[in-house]
């Protein structure tokens, strides 16, 4: 809840980054810096998978983790790419081509990134506070995670339970990780590292996805794909279902590029990204391999040379989250269905009840349309001819209904109901959402290129910013900057209208709980604040051997313990406080609410 | 494989806007799917954008106006109040025991059997269990601080020495050996 707690995360993701260059440089390479900026957001999340891989195995390993552990295995990831660079023959970036220039904004594409930004501005505001509500943060990420920072692994046998054991400790792992930058178990902070994972989708998604699709058409979706409440509602919690998608998704896209330019760097990104998923949640497996079927259709023309790499990069996706697996046969874990992996056998009434609940939840309001409106774009690049990306995204959509539906199916603890509590298909619908979210505006690029007889050209420089000069422009970049200032402004000005923060941030602490003396008839001479009863015994016996025997403790409503002196008459209480203070305590007059 | 390191960077992206001939700009069906599609999305997506900068100005504020242990603790107005067990209590615990315990949670049959029994004594053990770290929970009968929610004390023998309690029947003690 502090600065120091902000500044340990910001840090954290900027190794995260670093990690995440290093990796992208060894493995692609690229002549520019200005060419490294749009790909920054891909290079953010292959950090965070490669960090991710090679984390989990050190757990497997048994190697404890902790701050020198991370910082070891960040450096470790970093110099391998480093290496695997110089191997390649990459050469240094130099700062950017000649005769480079920002291309000046349209003034939909700035009105669409401010709105982009200012959404990310106040989730920030909304995140910085929340409490950890979640209560599978409790049961499972955060409790690992805190058990992590403390032991420096799973902890006593008998905190690791089955039930808990079985899920990967991909996220609990970077949670711990943010403990680690922040100094503490600050569990209400940790939720901005969420925040920063949808940076990093955000910045991939328009990364990757800007040199093949015209902005009018790509933000509109990438706003979209922000605003549909069953994502922006559960983007901050303390969860692993977003992180899992955003891999999967950026995981999925680069293997779908990959089969239109087979370029190697995105199989290998790929490759990385989709492994990690696995080690995030157990549906990663299922939803990997939604993505490989995916690939295997789409490729179904060139299936000599295209299903051999995929297979291989399967491979070792599978082989990356393969520890984590023996691991848990080595500890006798089930990672099973309660019910049993065949318990749907026995219960054949559930299938076609799950199957229509998915359906249901895909095309639901909370999608704001997305779940429909990417069917649609999807068929719609299959009747334009692009068979490859409309087989591609129709075939994981279906074989991700149907896995979900499975799951439901046999695990028969889940009721059949859109209920949080009771079933998990918001969530596992929100990771098929947003995997097919990029290839909608992919989707929709192929069917307007190909819309016209003659057909168009692709994506122009016209298309992105025309030779735009003058008051537009200024106007652009107006509406820009005047996104990233309104919140910073509205704090200092102290406006609260439009939903803006009207304020200064609030840092609260256990000093919150300390009430000011000031013309109060009622008050108390306060010793000190301690953590534990031994301490403020301690300090209790110390005061009373000082004549100070009135002496007591209490717990206040920060949790602390008050050693403190009560119902001290006004009068008299400048002089108890002198006189604790001569005897070497740090006295302190406070209100007393209780009188 | 064919190495692309640098394709998207150098590919030209202006390819001679100026030859388009004017019947590529007309609509075609395709092309008229694919503005109404877009279209749909902006729309849908400013609308959802006004709405939620709302829905999150709300929670800012929400948040910011919690106590600095109602934020330690979780929301209890996100969850209802029945998966927390009485803070006082735990408040006393957390100062009580030191931080290498281990502790027991012992549930009886009317604890605050309002909600479905089973899921209100998960989610309460699941968050004592989180919060209490590094005080570890234990089913060990030898763990020396106990939690008793509304159980059966006679099991513990009368050597239960109460440290806590709340009102609705939640006990916080160590056991004398």
């Known amino acids: ?595 | 494989m064919v190495e692309t390191t640098e394709l998207v960077d150098e590919r030209p992206l202006h390819q001679g806007r100026a030859r388009v001939r004017p019947t590529q700009r007309a609509l075609g069906p395709l092309r008229l799917a694919v503005v109404l599609t877009v279209v749909a999305a902006t729309l849908i997506g400013v609308a959802g954008l006004v709405d939620l900068f709302q829905v999150y100005d709300t929670r800012a504020d929400h948040n910011s106006s919690l106590s600095y242990l109602d934020r330690a603790y979780g929301d209890v107005e996100a969850e209802g109040p029945d998966l927390w067990p009485p803070r006082r209590v735990v408040g006393e615990a957390l100062a009580t025991m030191p931080e290498n315990a281990r502790y027991r949670i012992l549930f009886g049959p009317t604890w605050r059997s309002t909600w479905e029994t089973k899921w209100t004594d998960e989610f309460t053990e699941g968050f004592l269990r989180f919060f209490l770290l590094p005080r570890v929970e234990s089913e060990s009968e030898e763990a020396p601080w106990v939690f008793c929610f509304a159980c059966d004390t006679s099991e513990l023998d009368g050597r239960l020495r109460v440290l806590a309690r709340s009102k609705d029947g939640l006990l916080f003690g160590r056991v004398e050996r």
């Open chain 1, 1 to 595: 809840m502090t600065v120091r707690a902000i500044a340990g995360l910001v840090v954290l993701n900027l190794v995260i980054l670093g990690v995440g260059a290093s990796v992208l440089w060894g493995i692609r390479g690229w002549r520019w810096w200005s060419a490294f900026l749009r790909l920054a957001g891909l290079a953010y999340l292959v950090g965070v998978a490669s960090l991710t891989i090679l984390l989990t195995l050190e757990v497997v390993l048994r190697i404890p983790f902790g701050l020198a552990t991370f910082l070891a295995s960040a450096t470790l990831i970093a110099m391998g790419g480093v290496l695997v660079g110089a191997l390649r023959g990459r050469s240094r970036p130099g700062l950017r081509p000649p005769r480079w220039r920002l291309g000046p904004p349209s003034l939909l594409t700035a009105a669409f990134a401010a709105a982009i930004a200012l959404f990310l501005e106040a989730l920030f505001r909304s995140t910085r506070l929340l409490p950890l509500f979640e209560t599978d943060a409790w049961w499972v990420w955060t409790l690992r995670a805190k058990t992590l920072y403390f032991f420096g692994d799973l902890g006593p046998d008998t905190l690791v339970r089955a039930t808990t054991l079985s899920y990967p400790p991909g996220l609990s792992l970077l949670h711990a990780a943010g403990f680690e930058a922040m100094g503490g178990p600050d569990t209400v902070t940790l939720h901005l590292q969420h925040w920063f994972f949808a940076v990093g989708f955000v910045a991939a998604l328009v990364g990757l996805l800007l040199g093949r699709v015209r902005t009018a058409i790509l933000l509109p979706f990438v706003l979209l794909t922000l605003v549909m409440p069953g994502f922006a509602d559960r983007v901050n919690w303390a969860m692993a279902d977003p992180l899992l998608a955003y891999l999967v998704a950026i995981g999925g896209l680069q293997l779908y590029l990959w089969l239109e330019d087979r370029s190697r760097w995105r199989l290998e990104s790929a490759t990385l990204l989709l492994g990690s998923a696995m080690l995030i949640k157990r549906e990663g497996l299922i939803l990997v391999l939604c993505v490989v079927a995916a690939a295997l259709v789409a490729s179904w023309g060139e299936r000599r040379w295209a299903w051999p790499c995929v297979a291989a990069a399967s491979g070792i996706a599978l082989a990356l989250a393969a520890p984590w697996r023996i691991f848990l046969a080595a500890t006798g874990v089930r990672d099973a269905p309660t019910s049993g992996y065949l318990s749907f056998l026995d219960h054949p009434e559930r299938a076609l009840p799950s199957l229509r609940l998915v359906l249901e939840t895909l095309f639901d309001p909370i999608w704001a349309g997305l779940g429909a409106i990417a069917v649609i774009a999807l068929v719609l690049a299959f009747v334009a001819g692009e068979r490859k990306l409309g087989a591609f995204g129709l075939t994981f959509l279906a074989a991700s209904v149907l896995g979900s539906a499975f799951v439901i199916w046999s695990e028969t603890a889940f009721e059949i109901s859109q209920a949080p509590a009771v079933n998990p298909v918001i969530r596992m619908v929100l990771v098929t959402v947003l995997v097919v979210a990029p290839l909608v505006p992919l989707s929709l690029e192929t069917a307007w290129r190909r819309g016209s007889p003659a057909g168009a050209p692709a994506v122009t420089r016209a298309d992105h910013g025309r030779s735009r000069t003058g008051a537009r422009v200024t106007l652009a970049w107006a509406i820009i900057g005047a996104s990233l200032l309104l919140y910073p402004a509205s704090m200092a000005a102290g406006y609260s209208g439009l939903a803006l923060a009207g304020g200064a941030p609030r840092f609260p602490g256990p000093d919150e709980c300390v009430l000011p003396a000031t013309d109060a008839r009622n008050v108390r001479v306060v010793l000190g604040y301690r953590e534990t009863y031994a301490d403020a015994r301690a300090l209790t016996a110390r005061a009373r051997a000082s004549g100070l025997n009135a002496t007591g403790v209490s717990l206040d409503d920060c949790g602390r313990l008050r050693v403190f002196l009560d119902d001290v008459p006004p009068g008299s209480a400048a002089g108890v406080v002198r006189a604790a203070r001569a005897a070497g305590f740090e006295a302190s007059l406070e209100r007393d609410p209780d009188g």
